[in-house]
């Protein structure tokens, strides 16, 4: 990027690693330097938290809104009815409107960790079913459907690659490029909306509402992508052996949370300390340039930050504590993810794999099976030989420590 920008905002996105592409980088830096821009990202509620494939996204509308701007989280209280088929193998499952709104409800508790609703320049919440739900079909047809080239839209690669694949795309789909290009074109005429950012892989839905609103209303406004982040090792950011890394603490525990940034590969540290905390830039890359053992400490340093931002200083402190007492002393940390049994599930006595299994550490009975066979399994520190131990309630009269390799750990009490 030999761009040089003038306005903090576009700054910060060049130098941390942020930005993929806009659509007019001299337009929008003009626009930034000159007063407060109101910009956008779009969350559709899928499920009750967001996870951490979309903190990019969520650390852009924060430096948006530390540089002088106004973030606009819009929920997708409408479009999440139709679902974004971009870059997807099949539709998603359609969700019911009380679904949606208790969706929007957990996903509301994630922004306000990291945005300021109650600012001078406040990050405004807005949800498209305001516009969306009371649409006339031919109104609507006339009046947004006639701007859309069904060429064009055949051409975007987040339809092309469902149809090169042979792979159904419903008329319902089709219409959520649609959808999303009227959002922009309504923040823009309610809220004087001037930008809509979001990962690379919304191009072509960006694009859509800035031609549209400039054919409607004759505006100019801009679009600017974050790249589509995958670990080193090429894993989809978001994800682990485990399944997501939500965002909120009732789906995910602040130990479990911070212990996915502790695992960091030592090649993505850099990276992701410029990306995901606020420490200064050369700090980040002096942390980031650490060698062997002494990369830990940028890792630990990652995990606490990151966590600081979504869970609190105390709670990120409290994370390092417990894992410093289960890693360097072996000893059973206070907030562990833990497994709470029943008298009534231990009568007959439960499988050490069961245990696994429950607890989370493994997926399935062979999965825990495979993992005890490949002396991968503790309990209490002491190696499990045998998958078919059977544990009864005498032995969980005290907290039980299960480990799955070197880093994954969960306690077993009894209720």
Same mark, same amino acid.
């Given at each position: 990027?030999?761009?040089? !920008?003038?306005?903090?905002? +576009?700054?910060? +996105?060049? /130098?941390?690693?942020?930005?993929? #592409?806009?659509?007019?980088?001299?337009?929008?830096?003009?626009?930034?330097?000159?007063?407060?821009?109101?910009?956008?990202?779009?969350?559709?509620?899928?499920?009750?938290?967001?996870?951490?494939?979309?903190?990019?996204?969520? +650390?852009?509308?924060?430096?948006?809104?530390?540089?002088?701007?106004? !973030?606009?989280?819009?929920?997708?209280?409408?479009?999440?009815?139709?679902?974004? !088929?971009?870059?997807?193998?099949?539709?998603?499952?359609?969700?019911?409107?009380?679904?949606?709104?208790? *969706?929007?409800?957990?996903?509301?508790?994630?922004?306000?960790?990291?945005?300021?609703?109650?600012? /001078?320049?406040?990050?405004?919440?807005?949800?498209?079913?305001?516009?969306?739900?009371?649409? *006339?079909?031919?109104?609507?047809?006339?009046?947004?459907?006639?701007?859309?080239?069904? *060429?064009?839209?055949?051409?975007?690669?987040?339809?092309?690659?469902?149809?090169?694949?042979?792979?159904?795309?419903?008329?319902? /789909?089709? *219409?959520?490029?649609?959808?999303?290009?009227?959002?922009?074109?309504?923040?823009?005429?309610?809220?004087?909306?001037?930008?809509?950012?979001?990962?690379?892989?919304?191009?072509?839905?960006?694009?859509?509402?800035?031609?549209?609103?400039?054919?409607?209303?004759?505006?100019?406004?801009?679009?600017?992508?974050?790249?589509?982040?995958?670990?080193?090792?090429?894993?989809?950011?978001?994800?682990?052996?485990?399944?997501?890394?939500?965002?909120?603490?009732?789906?995910?525990?602040?130990?479990?949370?911070?212990?996915?940034?502790?695992?960091?590969?030592?090649?993505?540290?850099?990276?992701?300390?410029?990306?995901?905390?606020?420490?200064?830039?050369?700090?980040?890359?002096?942390?980031?340039?650490?060698?062997?053992?002494?990369?830990?400490?940028?890792?630990?340093?990652?995990?606490? /930050?990151?966590?600081?931002?979504?869970?609190?200083?105390?709670?990120?402190?409290?994370?390092?504590?417990?894992?410093?007492?289960?890693?360097?002393?072996?000893?059973?940390?206070? #907030?562990?993810?833990?497994?709470?049994?029943?008298?009534?599930?231990?009568?007959?006595?439960?499988?050490?794999?069961?245990?696994?299994?429950?607890?989370?550490?493994?997926?399935?009975?062979?999965?825990?099976?495979?993992?005890?066979?490949?002396?991968?399994?503790?309990?209490?520190?002491?190696?499990?030989?045998?998958?078919?131990?059977?544990?009864?309630?005498?032995?969980?009269?005290?907290?039980?420590?299960?480990?799955?390799?070197?880093?994954?750990?969960?306690?077993?009490?009894?209720?």
């Amino acid at each position: 990027m030999t761009y040089h !920008p003038k306005s903090d905002f +576009m700054r910060v +996105m060049i /130098e941390r690693g942020f930005l993929a #592409d806009c659509t007019d980088y001299q337009g929008l830096d003009e626009a930034l330097a000159k007063g407060v821009v109101p910009a956008y990202i779009g969350f559709d509620a899928t499920a009750k938290s967001l996870h951490v494939g979309s903190l990019i996204q969520i +650390m852009m509308l924060r430096w948006l809104q530390k540089t002088g701007h106004q !973030p606009i989280t819009l929920m997708g209280g409408g479009t999440t009815k139709v679902g974004d !088929p971009s870059f997807r193998a099949e539709e998603r499952p359609l969700l019911t409107p009380a679904q949606i709104d208790d *969706n929007i409800e957990g996903i509301r508790r994630v922004f306000a960790k990291y945005l300021d609703y109650g600012a /001078e320049t406040p990050a405004l919440m807005l949800n498209n079913a305001e516009w969306l739900d009371g649409l *006339n079909y031919l109104d609507f047809l006339r009046d947004i459907g006639r701007h859309f080239s069904v *060429n064009r839209m055949l051409s975007f690669e987040s339809v092309k690659s469902r149809l090169d694949r042979e792979q159904s795309l419903s008329f319902l /789909e089709f *219409n959520y490029m649609i959808l999303q290009a009227y959002d922009f074109l309504e923040l823009n005429r309610r809220y004087g909306c001037l930008l809509q950012m979001g990962g690379s892989d919304q191009w072509g839905n960006i694009v859509n509402g800035i031609d549209l609103t400039r054919r409607v209303l004759d505006h100019e406004i801009y679009g600017l992508t974050s790249p589509l982040l995958t670990t080193s090792d090429g894993k989809k950011m978001g994800k682990s052996q485990s399944g997501a890394i939500w965002l909120n603490e009732d789906m995910l525990s602040p130990y479990e949370f911070w212990q996915f940034w502790r695992n960091t590969t030592d090649a993505d540290v850099g990276r992701f300390l410029k990306l995901y905390t606020e420490l200064d830039l050369a700090e980040c890359e002096r942390l980031g340039a650490l060698q062997g053992s002494e990369i830990n400490q940028a890792k630990v340093v990652l995990a606490n /930050e990151v966590t600081a931002l979504c869970h609190g200083r105390a709670t990120a402190e409290a994370a390092e504590a417990t894992a410093r007492e289960v890693f360097e002393k072996g000893g059973v940390g206070d #907030d562990l993810p833990t497994l709470t049994l029943s008298a009534a599930d231990v009568a007959d006595g439960i499988s050490v794999a069961q245990l696994f299994v429950r607890s989370g550490l493994s997926k399935s009975g062979k999965d825990a099976k495979r993992l005890i066979a490949e002396g991968g399994a503790r309990l209490n520190d002491d190696l499990v030989m045998d998958a078919g131990q059977m544990i009864g309630a005498g032995e969980l009269a005290e907290p039980v420590k299960l480990t799955a390799g070197r880093k994954r750990h969960a306690l077993v009490v009894l209720d």
